[in-house]
């Protein structure tokens, strides 16, 4: 994927040749493209979160751009509250 900037989706509207990438068991809530201009140990250590494990994958395409693919922790997922949600006019 040709892209000068950080782009993110949820999982299921990202792009098909990105959300191959996926692995593991279950499906991620969303999934970020990091291109290669942009990555680096710092992004890896904000994104990856050490102290959660399992809940964010890193992949690295073919091309050296790096793809994360993660679920939401229940706490963060909307709740009932989604549901109420109005739009401001």
Same mark, same amino acid.
């Given at each position: ?25 279950? *499906? /991620? +809530? ?10 680096? #140990? =710092?992004?890896?250590? &904000? ?13 690295? *395409? /073919? +091309? ?10 229940? #706490? =963060?997922?909307?709740? &009932? ?9």
């Amino acid at each position: 994927m040709k892209s000068d900037r950080l782009m993110m989706w949820r999982f299921a509207a990202a792009p098909k040749t990105l959300k191959s990438l996926h692995r593991k068991s279950g *499906t /991620p +809530d969303w999934l970020v493209f990091v291109p290669r201009s942009l990555s680096g #140990a =710092d992004l890896d250590d &904000a994104i990856l979160h050490k102290g959660t494990p399992g809940q964010v994958a890193r992949y690295e *395409t /073919p +091309d050296g751009d790096i793809v994360y693919m993660g679920t939401a922790r229940t #706490a =963060d997922r909307p709740s &009932a509250m989604a549901a109420t949600h109005s739009r401001r006019k």
